[in-house]
RNA sequence: GAUUGCAUAGCGAAGUUGGUUAUCGCGUCGGCCUGUCAAGCCGAAGAUCACGGGUUCGAGCCCCGUUGCGAUCGCCA
């Protein structure tokens, strides 16, 4: 038996201040290695940093040629105040003035099959996700997720101040929400199971427990979308709770809760944005327009008769986009009631505007982040809504209980976590926002 | 499922009307360089032009097929 005294010899956070002049040694991996007949600059990945060492041959006990990129080296030196313009090394105001170092390991390749080292890391999506466990060092790529994980944790952080409990549904389900078209089909001991597409159903039989709940998990989507909006597998930010107010409610939450957000990006992320070159929203206001306003409006505007359609097309959520950072200064849209046929049977229905529900959807710069609505919460009004749906209730008995036990007023939304990146980091491609895609193609890495 | 485009060295690209040895940048390797920050300078190696067939005196380039990939639509977050 040992006893081991508990210390923080772990902790990854570290005073580079308080450090100054003094002698310091870290683990790190080579993210670049700039060799001079002097010495040289050796540029050090550490958990949380990108350090600057500077290696003076003549008091080195190795060549500085002699390091590998993407090598793991154990450095000891001393931390000096410096100026260091490139915004991917942080900190940038002190560097390390190394005497020893020791490569514990090194790539086995001869040549790494891309570039890491360059400001840009200038690959073909394909090659990227291809070679995805060395493209992500790359500190762009590191940015992208390190703003996804904030978005992550914050999202918890806020709804769990505002009295919502953390919730984990089952991923392995009977049915979908939907019905059962488009979910993957996997085989359960025999019989048949489906990967879930939302925990819409979880979250509202929730509800009737903690009356707010979240959830932050995966969701399977097995429509065949080949787009750069679509994977098959993404993290959904889902929340449930009672209503005071109705759906509006909804929207005041979500629009805090995305404040928040945004305001922590700012404060905990002010390299990454740096870096990346990106501008995160300040907002200040909330701005609602009709589902049928917006055909209006891009009729007026462009010409194009969307009216009469069920859905918006993607062409009128770019258009809309653009018009309310024009005409109403934000970049956050909320459109509300969309037809009853286009959303599913558990949403409830305006009962003063006809074939119009109680949901909206929200667009950030031009596209769809979030669906969110209030839910039906009366048993007798599931029935008739399936039934006017053509779906039988046998397959959704386990989710209909809930009803039959009494349930509040209540709603919902589920935000896309890589469409909320990749918007607010400007890519092009909401698969660059995911760390291992899943689209209708790739299954690896 | 539909529309459309692309495939040239490890990576990213150029390649004219079809014409001799396929070009450039990065990376790699060798040499040089006293503070870089997409480090710099000199040199070298590295390509079955995706695969199969066709047209032609001649194909990276034109045609057909196959495979892989990108973008868009439907659908959605």
């Known amino acids: 038996m040992n006893e081991i005294a508990i210390n923080d010899s772990v902790s990854s956070f570290i005073e580079w201040d308080s450090l100054l002049e003094k002698e310091v040694t870290f683990t790190g991996m080579v993210q670049n290695c700039r060799v001079s007949s002097w010495g040289g600059f050796l540029i050090l990945r550490l958990p949380n940093y990108i350090v600057q060492c500077v290696m003076d041959r003549n008091s080195l006990n ?16 001393t931390v000096k105040a410096s100026s260091i313009k490139d915004k991917a090394i942080h900190p940038n105001n002190c560097e390390i003035h190394v005497k020893n170092i020791e490569v514990l390991s090194s790539p086995s390749l001869e040549q790494l099959p891309v570039d890491t080292t360059k400001k840009e890391l200038n690959v073909n999506i394909h090659t990227n996700f291809d070679k995805r466990p060395l493209t992500l060092r790359h500190p762009k790529e590191q940015a992208i997720f390190r703003i996804s994980s904030v978005i992550f944790n914050e999202f918890g952080n806020f709804l769990t101040d505002n009295g919502f409990t953390r919730i984990c549904s089952p991923k392995i389900v009977k049915t979908g929400a939907e019905g059962g078209a488009n979910i993957f089909k996997l085989d359960y001991f025999g019989r048949e199971a489906y990967l879930g597409q939302s925990p819409q159903f979880y979250k509202q039989m929730m509800v009737g427990v903690f009356g707010r709940v979240f959830e932050e998990a995966p969701v399977f989507r097995a429509e065949k979308h080949d787009t ?13 709770m009672m209503l005071e107010n109705g759906f509006m409610d909804l929207i005041q939450i979500e629009t805090r809760l995305l404040k ?8 905990k992320c002010s390299n990454e944005i740096a870096l990346l070159g990106i501008e995160i929203p300040t907002v200040d ?3 609602t327009v009709e589902f049928d306003e917006v055909h209006e409006i891009v009729f007026k505007e462009t010409g194009k008769d969307y009216r009469g359609e069920k859905d918006l097309a993607p062409e009128e959520e770019t258009l809309i986009g653009e018009y309310a950072k024009k005409n109403w200064n934000t970049e956050l849209v909320f459109v509300t009631h969309y037809p009853t046929v286009k959303r599913p049977f558990y949403t409830m229905d305006d009962s003063t505007k006809e074939g119009r529900t109680l949901s909206y959807d929200l667009l950030f710069r031009g596209m769809e982040i979030t ?21 039988t209730t046998e397959l959704f008995e386990g989710y209909l209980q809930v009803f039959q036990y009494g349930m509040p007023p209540h709603g919902g939304f589920g935000l896309g976590l890589e469409r909320l990146t990749s918007l607010l980091c400007g890519l092009s491609n909401v698969k660059e926002a995911s760390l291992f895609p899943r689209d209708i193609n790739r299954l690896e890495p």
């Open 228 to 240: 750069s909006r679509h994977l098959n597998e993404y993290i959904s930010l889902d929340i449930e």
């Open 260 to 267: 928040h957000i945004f305001e922590k990006l700012k404060e």
């Open 285 to 287: 206001k909330i701005v």
């Open 371 to 391: 669906t969110g609505g209030q839910r039906l919460n009366v048993y007798e009004d599931y029935l008739e809504k399936m039934k006017a749906f053509g779906l």
């Open 62 to 77: 190795i060549k500085p040629e002699d390091i590998p990129v993407e090598g793991c080296v154990k450095v000891t030196g």
